[in-house]
C-alpha cells in the first residue's frame, strides 16, 4: 500500500489521492504486526502526503518520527 500511495504521489493526479491508499493501510493492518522498515516507510510517505497538501508543520513531525 505504500507503494500504491508513492505512485500516486509522482502522478500528482487530485482525482486519486494518495491518502486513499496510506489510510486504508493503516486503519486495516495493526501496527503490532509491521517490521521496524514497514514502520518507517510508512512515515516516510505520510510526510510526503503532508508536504503535498502543504501541512509543512506535520511533514515535519512524521520526518522527525523517522
Known sequence: MNDLAEIELEIGDESNPPEKY?????????RAVW???E???SQLVRGRIDV???DYAQ???SFREV
Open 22 to 30: 496510506y489510510e486504508g493501510k493503516r486503519f486495516t493492518w495493526s
Open 35 to 37: 517490521t521496524r522498515s
Open 39 to 41: 514502520l518507517l516507510a
Open 52 to 54: 503535498q497538501k502543504h
Open 59 to 61: 511533514a515535519e513531525k
